[in-house]
């Protein structure tokens, strides 16, 4: 099969590794970067161009697109499966993962357990917020912040309204949280392909850090899943609607907490803590995305209903 990696750079473990594990499954790959690839409107439809000419058909896509490129990588994403390609992870659900808000009402309304959050612009009632989502410490998250960053404490009322007061005068959005305590400073991390978790990884922040990135110097060690917690992570990548998804979860008395699913999990952390090889359980969706998707196109399209004949 024809299948593209779309990422900004092939020298990067994760879209190595998938490239590699494609290739060991006897495809032929090639890493498309987002940025160069042009959106075509027209009155015909036309795939995308790559550096100027018609890209040739592609089977299936698998996008890492990165956090700051998300608009125009969705938007590229979008009109190369409008072109017939399968891609793990579409455009919509990209999106959706990437607005914290959004996948946390998604995940909420479907009685998935998320921490208490409030969306707020101004100090203005801030009181109401503390009590909702106090007590103190309150977690603060920018709408669109990753690998850690982004993600705030306050300790103090002064400091909260400080925060809240700065962010919004700089036109950004934040969210408040209730801060987890039972999770001392751990979470878990469940790499979802399809509706199996494939690995785990239980990420422990370092000492005087409350949050357990690897990016922020976090550690971690393998884990294995008990059955509750392997739902909720299936449960929330299909939510979501992603094929390939980091589902980040609280360990608490009452069970799983969802914290963020990650459209563009990495795979480096995971590979080597769970020591497994994930890239080839996602290729391996992806051809069975791709041989469901030829199915559905081969099959007759429902019989329409005879024309009428003209009267004589
Ligand atoms: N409500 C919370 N209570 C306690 N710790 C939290 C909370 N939310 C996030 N954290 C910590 O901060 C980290 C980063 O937050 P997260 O929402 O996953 O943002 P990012 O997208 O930057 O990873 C989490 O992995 C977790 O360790
Ligand atoms: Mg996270």
Same mark, same amino acid.
């Given at each position: ?9 092939? &020298? ?8 590699? &594990? &494609?290739? &060991? ?288």
């Amino acid at each position: 099969m024809r299948i593209a990696v779309l990422s900004r750079n092939a &020298a990067l473990y994760s879209t190595s590794r998938l490239v590699l &594990a &494609a290739q &060991a499954r006897g495809h032929e790959v090639r890493v498309l970067d987002p940025m160069q690839l042009s959106i075509v409107v027209g009155r015909r439809m036309e795939p995308p161009y790559f550096r100027g000419e018609p890209l040739p058909r592609i089977d299936g896509i698998v996008p890492r697109v990165g956090a700051s490129i998300t608009r125009y990588g969705t938007a590229v994403l979008n009109e190369l499966e409008r072109a017939g390609a399968v891609t793990l992870n579409g455009g919509q659900s990209i999106l959706l993962a990437r607005d914290k808000v959004a996948s946390l009402q998604t995940m909420a309304r479907a009685r998935v357990r998320v921490p208490r959050t409030v969306c707020t612009r101004s100090t203005e009632g801030l009181e109401g917020v503390i009590r909702t989502v106090g007590p103190l410490p309150i977690i603060l998250k920018l709408q669109h912040g990753t690998q850690g960053i982004g993600t705030m404490i306050a300790e103090s009322k002064a400091s909260l309204y400080a925060m809240v007061e700065t962010f919004t005068a700089m036109g950004q959005e934040v969210m408040l949280q209730q801060f987890i305590t039972e999770a001392r400073n751990t979470d878990i991390r469940a790499l979802v392909v399809g509706d199996r978790v494939i690995a785990a990884m239980r990420r422990r922040a370092r000492r005087g850090e409350f949050r357990s990135n690897l990016h922020r110097g976090g550690q971690s060690e393998y884990v294995k899943l008990s059955a509750r917690y392997r739902r909720c992570a299936v449960k929330a990548a299909k939510l979501t609607g992603l094929d390939v998804a980091g589902v980040d979860m609280f360990e608490t008395p009452e069970g799983p907490v969802v914290i963020e699913v990650n459209a563009s999990p990495g795979l480096e952390g995971i590979e080597t803590t769970a020591q497994t090889d994930v890239a080839t359980p996602i290729i391996e969706h992806l051809e069975a995305r791709i041989a469901a998707h030829r199915i559905k196109m081969r099959a007759p399209k429902k019989a329409r209903a005879p024309k009428k004949k003209p009267r004589r």
